[in-house]
Nanobody, 117 residues
Framework: QVRLVESGGGLVQPGGSLRLSCSAS????????QAWFRQAPGEQREVVAS???????IYDDSVKGRFTISRDSADNTIYLQMNSLKLEDTAVYYC???????????WGQGTQVTVSS
């Protein structure tokens, strides 16, 4: 059983920073990609940033230059450093992990990020 646990969410003022963490535990087969998604009230879940097994990072245009995804390969923990936060970054942020051999998708329970003055 693979378990993903996010932490680091909270309330921050516009222009502030937060760092999210996602720890992975359990029997994890070959990782293909890890990512952060977010879902605002009334909106669909959207990908924010992803990092492939080879380390390639992809960002949504809305967060380029402000967010950075990284990974500690020793324990498959991923991070999302969020700087210059905006009101529209308010959402529940979810950690995601995709494996191959076999193919499986795993999600964390989500952590709330609220940007408000």
């Amino acid at each position: 059983q693979v378990r993903l646990v996010e932490s680091g969410g909270g309330l921050v003022q516009p222009g502030g920073s937060l760092r999210l963490s996602c720890s992975a535990s359990g029997r994890i087969s070959k990782i293909n990609v890890q990512a952060w998604f977010r879902q605002a009230p009334g909106e669909q879940r959207e990908v924010v940033a992803s990092i492939s097994r080879g380390g390639r990072q992809i960002y949504d245009d809305s967060v380029k230059g402000r967010f950075t995804i990284s990974r500690d390969s020793a324990d498959n923990t991923i991070y999302l450093q969020m700087n210059s936060l905006k009101l529209e970054d308010t959402a529940v942020y979810y950690c995601y992990l995709n494996t191959i051999l076999p193919v499986n998708d795993y999600w964390g329970q989500g952590t709330q990020v609220t940007v408000s003055s």
